[in-house]
């Protein structure tokens, strides 16, 4: 993938994409939501109160490496993404958009290794409308490496998500919201860490590296 970059693809715009599962309970930071206290902590602020099987729906995105960020692509609850339903994707929300946005196609074009996007059918589809990068080329278990994982989809959470959401139509308001808020500068800037984390992946022979 590295060597693609420095040479076939080597000036273009990248195109991360990722689906996502969201939940209606809050989501939390374990790692920076902490409490100092020199006594007895309010059992509120001991417990974070969540539902066995919280109301969820899931969205599938497209975000570009200078900073461009297609609207969320939200599928209904309990929908699976097949390969005939990802291709359609592909045809009726993803190359308008490309088209839009990228109208000399100077684009390449990530999706990860899930069933649906790496079935002949979204493949073929690929190849005769995008550059992108082919299933045998992304690293598998890799969400160190794309930007949706490694930074936006924990920002938008960080922002949308702090309490529970009513219902499944109010927690996608709310990460419409939030999501639309993004600025161009900080998709960039997110993104334009890829490379480097790439190579730290590399070095690490393919294991978890630290942010």
């Not at 109160?49 to 570009?64: D, Q, R």
């Not at 990530?110 to 069933?115: C, E, I, L, N, R």
């Not at 990068?133 to 949308?160: C, E, F, G, R, T």
Request: charged share 20%.
């Amino acid at each position: 993938l590295l060597n693609n970059m420095k040479s076939a693809t080597a000036g273009r715009v990248i195109i991360f994409s990722d689906e996502k599962t969201w939940t209606v309970d809050p989501v939390r930071n374990h790692r920076n939501d902490r409490y100092l206290s020199f006594g007895e902590i309010d059992k509120s602020a001991r417990t974070l109160i969540i539902t066995k099987h919280p109301a969820c729906t899931m969205s599938l995105i497209f975000v570009a490496s200078n900073g461009i960020a297609a609207p969320l692509i939200w599928f209904p609850t309990g929908f699976r993404l097949k390969a005939a339903d990802y291709t359609k994707v592909l045809k009726t929300k993803f190359l308008p958009w490309v088209r839009e946005n990228f109208p000399d196609s100077n684009v390449v074009f990530q999706q990860d290794g899930a069933p649906a996007y790496t079935a002949l059918t979204a493949q073929n589809w690929l190849k005769k409308h995008v550059e992108f990068w082919p299933k045998d080329m992304w690293p598998p278990n890799s969400p160190d490496a794309n930007p949706l994982d490694y930074a936006i989809w924990p920002h938008v959470q960080s922002k949308a998500c702090t309490l529970r959401h009513a219902n499944v139509g109010a927690m996608k308001a709310s990460v419409n919201e939030h999501w639309t808020s993004m600025s161009k500068k900080y998709i960039t800037k997110t993104c334009q860490a890829f490379r480097r984390r790439l190579e730290a992946i590399v070095i690490v022979d393919g294991g978890y590296i630290d942010d």
